[in-house]
Each structure stands twice: as structure tokens, then as C-alpha cells.
């Protein structure tokens, strides 16, 4: 106990080729087949106990929706407050714990996801999430791993940040967990996210009430088991499955509840702030509110800009995992003088690009994640396809006869106002508006006072003028800003990832900037002679 041990060097878990053949290829497509047929029940986690329900939902991948992979239990009101008192029971001893055995347990998940887990944990990614082996692999190993173990690193450097202790003084912070439990809500569309709004707080010394989305619930199922093999002690974090505004209505209206740590949508994120101010009279301290939530990311060409580096930007920042990321580019400015070739290029990529299973390594894209998806991303679709002011350049089909397809979609619109300009579409489908070349720094403020978000967004010009202008004009714009890239891929230790106005509240995931969120910091002060006299010098004769 009387050392100070130093923790491994964090560096970024490197990302899998999955080459035909190779041994990670059999590995996950192996694991795919198992997880497809062997119909998984995913039970609630309450204090370790896995519990059953009477009521459950379904689970079935978006790209083979006829198919059941199994079952999920649905949490009754009881459930849910029996999870909010195992987290506080839990809390007592977990809050004590040396941040070397907590550290310890998240570090041996990291392990376990880099090696015995990581095919079944992109297995259930594919299936669960429709995600390429590629993008699986991205998300559900590297970058949860990355999550992982970074965090251990952060929460180092935030504990070794102390005072200065003047003549005679001796000073220090201690980081105590916050007082309460934590409420994790997480969304669909990355594994690791979902695994990281618990297990951030959870380093800190918090326990848990989480609550995945239910169409994650595969991959939910994995975290757990990762949690738990690598040491995690019961009710530390604890999975519910259910109505989420029975869930979310319970856990707030528990004065131990000390914050949120969401990713989501933005008008579900407003609803839950406004619920936690008319709660706030009854609650113990200040809840902690953080999230991330959506984004209506842009791409802007300069004239100076490459065509082909502008395209293949479009191309991956719009349509990986079918635009169903927070960060994906939806709108996209061309210059006049650069739109034609650009869009030629874009249109000879995606006419190269197949759609369907992920199992089958060739497709690049594979399905939307339900039939409410498919259905706004149709509706959009439709609309543009009877609107004068919009032209489908590319796509515009759909089918959901087997899965949730919808072909990557580019319209090229004279409104840059059009509804799909301005309107968060999470999917396939980007928007391109043309600009004469003489109006950049007009566009720059179009791009900026178009959107209510202000996630990601990207600049392509090889002028440094046109860059630094653009950082300049653009910087409320985005949390994430990337120069001649795609919008894109935040790596965790590299770029901090979070966006500010309708986008959230910008606490950098990815950096110990979060992770001080579910921290509350107390100065003990001692000095070292203790005064024996009231009398200062001053009062002396």
C-alpha cells in the first residue's frame, strides 16, 4: 500500500485488417455464425444477479430483420429502484476502493476486449448494429479499448494535480466521487460509447444505473460480461432494460441521483435537463449534467481545394455505417468552379460501392438500424423527389423487404436552406449546395447560422488563408474541426470528442476533461506547527 504504483503508458489499440482469410477473419465470422443461431436471452444486472422478467423484447439485426437473435428483459419500475439502491449499497465500498484495484479491473477489460473478447464483441457489433467488420472493429475494440485505458491514464494525471503548499502548510485535493449514483443512457450506434458512459464515472469511483439502447442490446450484453470476468464487483454498474421514460422518471426522482452521463438525441437530452431542474429542490447536491447529442455536420470545399481528397471526404464522412454517426457530414458546400468534378468523383465511388450483410467483407455499406429510421430517411427521400428545388444526384432507393436499406443518397440542392440542410437525418443521405467562388466568407456564415448543432464540421483548401479564415468565421461552428478531413473518426487521447450549442454540453470524451465531471474535489489544509496564539505580529507593543 505504501508505494505509488505507475500505470501503463496508454497508447491507441492498433486497428485490424481483417484480410480475407486471415486469422481475425475466421475468428469474427466464426463468432457472427454463433451469435446468428444460438438465440441469446439478455438478462437485467442488478447487484451481479442476472434477472429474469416475464416482459422482454426482441432482438434482431436491421439488415435481416425476419431473423430473431433472441431476447432482452424489460425492468418494471421495481426493478429499476432495486438497481438505484444496489448502486448506493455499492457505492460504500466501491467509492473506497485504492484507485490501483479500480484501475486494475478496467485495465484487465481492456485486455479481455483486445484479445479473448474482441471477435465475439465486433460479432455482436455487426449483428446488433448492422457495422461493417471495419467499423466494428474501429468501435467496438480499438476504440473501447482506447476508452479503457486512457481513462486509467487521465484519472492519474487529475489525482497528481495538487496545490502548492506554502511555509509551514501542507495542502492537498482529494477527487471524491460524486455523492449519489450515476445514470448512464446510451445509444445504438457505438459499442464503445455505451461501454464508456459507465465505466468513465465508474474509474472515478461512482456506481451506475445504466441503461442501454435497445438496439445495442447484443452488444450491451458483452460489455457486461467483459465488466464482470475482468473483476468488476457486483452493483457497481447496473443494466436496465425498459420503457426509458419509466426508467428515466424513476432514477430522477431519487434525491441520491448525482448525474447524468448520456449520448442521444438532443430533444430527449432537453426533456431530461428541464425534468432535472423541476427535481432540483429535492435533490441531495447539484446533479451533473453531461451529453452529447446530435449534429448536423458540415463539409465546405474552398476553390483551392483537391476534388478527389473533397470526394473521397464526402464519401467516407457521409455514408460509413450508413451516416449513422453523430459526426457524419449531412451538408456539404461546393464551390461552383470545383461542384462538377467533385460530384463526378463522388458519384464513380458510390457506383463502385456494394450494400447488404455485414458478414460479407465487400459491402461498405449494410442497413439503417429499424424500420423508424428507414421510414423518416424514405420519407426524406420521397419529398426530395417531388421538391423543385432539389435534384437527386445519386441513389434515392430503398427496400426493406429483408433488411433496412437505403442506398447512399446524394441531392444537390438551390435552397440552402432545404429541410434536409438544416433537419438531423442519421443516415445515408447528404445534402450538397453550390456556392459561386467569389461568396466564401457569405457561405462561411450561411454554414454557421444554418444549423442549430455545432458537433463536427470540415474545411477543405490548400489556401492557409482560406484555412485560417474558415477557423476563424467557424469558430462556434463545431466541437470537432477538421481541416482537409473528413469530419470524422475522433481518436481517443488524439481528439477529444464533444460539440456545444444542440450538440451538448462539449466534456471532451476521450480526455480527462470528462472524466473530472464525476469528480468532486476536497482541499484539506494542515498546517505543520498548529498555532498556539490567536495574536498576530501586528498586535504586539
Same mark, same amino acid.
Given at each position: 500500500m505504501n508505494s505509488y504504483p505507475s500505470f501503463p503508458k496508454a497508447i491507441n489499440e492498433p486497428v485490424k485488417e481483417y484480410r480475407p482469410k486471415s486469422p481475425e477473419s475466421v475468428a469474427v465470422l466464426a463468432s457472427y455464425k454463433t451469435?446468428?443461431?444460438q438465440n441469446t436471452y439478455v438478462p437485467l444486472t442488478i447487484n451481479g444477479a442476472k434477472i429474469t422478467t416475464q416482459a422482454k423484447g426482441e432482438m434482431r439485426p436491421p439488415h435481416d430483420h425476419q431473423h430473431c437473435l433472441g431476447h432482452y428483459a424489460l425492468a418494471g419500475k421495481k426493478e429499476?429502484?432495486?438497481?438505484?439502491?444496489?448502486?448506493?449499497?455499492?457505492?460504500?465500498?466501491w467509492s473506497r476502493l485504492s484507485f490501483e484495484q479500480r484501475a486494475t479491473i478496467f485495465l484487465r477489460a481492456a485486455d479481455l476486449i483486445a484479445g479473448p473478447y474482441r471477435a465475439k464483441i465486433n460479432a455482436a457489433t455487426m449483428l446488433a448494429q448492422s457495422k461493417t467488420i471495419h467499423q466494428a472493429e474501429i468501435d467496438a475494440a480499438c476504440e473501447f479499448i482506447d476508452f479503457l485505458r486512457f481513462n486509467v491514464q487521465f484519472?492519474?494525471?487529475?489525482? !497528481?494535480?495538487?496545490?502548492?503548499?506554502? @511555509?509551514? $502548510? #501542507?495542502?492537498?485535493? =482529494?477527487?471524491?466521487?460524486?455523492?449519489?449514483?450515476?445514470?448512464?443512457? =446510451?445509444?445504438?450506434n457505438f459499442t464503445a460509447i455505451a461501454g464508456n458512459l459507465s465505466a468513465a464515472p465508474a474509474l472515478m469511483g461512482n456506481t451506475?444505473?445504466?441503461?442501454?439502447?435497445? +438496439?445495442?442490446?447484443?452488444?450491451? +450484453? $458483452?460489455?457486461?460480461?467483459? #465488466?464482470?470476468?475482468?473483476?468488476?464487483?457486483?452493483?457497481?454498474i447496473n443494466m436496465v432494460m425498459g420503457d426509458p421514460e419509466m426508467i428515466t422518471n424513476t432514477v430522477l426522482a431519487s434525491p441520491d441521483f448525482a448525474g447524468i452521463h448520456f449520448t442521444g438525441s438532443t430533444f430527449i437530452f432537453k426533456s431530461i435537463w428541464k425534468k432535472i431542474g423541476e427535481n432540483i429542490h429535492q435533490y441531495k447536491s447539484y446533479p451533473r449534467i453531461v451529453g452529447e447529442t446530435g449534429g448536423k455536420d458540415f463539409i465546405v470545399a474552398h476553390p483551392s481545394s483537391n476534388e478527389a481528397e473533397v470526394a473521397t471526404g464526402i464519401v467516407r464522412g457521409a455514408f460509413e455505417f450508413q451516416g449513422q454517426k453523430c459526426s457524419a457530414a449531412s451538408r456539404v458546400y461546393l464551390p461552383k468552379s470545383k461542384a462538377d468534378a467533385i460530384l463526378a468523383k463522388v458519384k464513380e465511388d458510390l457506383e463502385s460501392i456494394s450494400m447488404g450483410s455485414p458478414e460479407d467483407f465487400s459491402n461498405f455499406v449494410t442497413a439503417v438500424i429499424h424500420k423508424g429510421a428507414f421510414d423518416r430517411l424514405k420519407e426524406a427521400i420521397d419529398a426530395a423527389k417531388n421538391s423543385?428545388? $432539389?435534384?437527386?444526384? +445519386?441513389g434515392g432507393n430503398y427496400d426493406d423487404s429483408k433488411g433496412y436499406f437505403i442506398t447512399p443518397t446524394v441531392l444537390v440542392t438551390t435552397n440552402p436552406n432545404y429541410d434536409t440542410m438544416e433537419r438531423e437525418l442519421f443516415g445515408p443521405v447528404v445534402t450538397v449546395y453550390i456556392y459561386e467562388d467569389n461568396d466564401f466568407e457569405a457561405?462561411?456564415?450561411?454554414? *454557421?447560422?444554418?444549423? @442549430?448543432?455545432a458537433l463536427t464540421g470540415a474545411i477543405f483548401a490548400h489556401d492557409r488563408y482560406a484555412v485560417e479564415h474558415a477557423l476563424v468565421a467557424l469558430e462556434n461552428s463545431a466541437g470537432?474541426?477538421?481541416?482537409? *478531413?473528413?469530419?470524422?473518426? !475522433?481518436?481517443?487521447?488524439?481528439?477529444? #470528442?464533444?460539440?456545444?450549442?444542440?450538440?451538448?454540453?462539449? @466534456?471532451?470524451?476521450?480526455?480527462?476533461?470528462?472524466?473530472?465531471?464525476?469528480?468532486s474535489p476536497r482541499l484539506i489544509k494542515e498546517p505543520l506547527l498548529t498555532p498556539k496564539d490567536y495574536r498576530y505580529p501586528f498586535l504586539g507593543e
Open positions: 451469435l446468428y443461431t429499476v429502484e432495486q438497481a438505484i439502491e444496489s448502486a448506493l449499497a455499492a457505492r460504500i465500498q484519472a492519474e494525471e487529475i489525482y !497528481a494535480e495538487q496545490p502548492n503548499s506554502g @511555509d509551514g $502548510v #501542507f495542502n492537498r485535493l =482529494s477527487y471524491r466521487p460524486l455523492e449519489g449514483f450515476i445514470y448512464a443512457v =446510451s445509444p445504438f451506475i444505473v445504466w441503461k442501454p439502447s435497445d +438496439h445495442q442490446m447484443l452488444s450491451a +450484453h $458483452v460489455i457486461m460480461e467483459v #465488466f464482470e470476468e475482468a473483476g468488476l464487483p457486483p452493483g457497481v423543385t428545388e $432539389v435534384e437527386i444526384f +445519386h457561405t462561411l456564415k450561411l454554414v *454557421d447560422q444554418t444549423s @442549430d448543432y470537432n474541426f477538421y481541416v482537409n *478531413d473528413k469530419p470524422t473518426g !475522433a481518436v481517443v487521447g488524439q481528439q477529444p #470528442f464533444g460539440g456545444a450549442r444542440a450538440s451538448g454540453t462539449n @466534456d471532451k470524451a476521450g480526455s480527462k476533461l470528462n472524466l473530472l465531471r464525476w469528480v
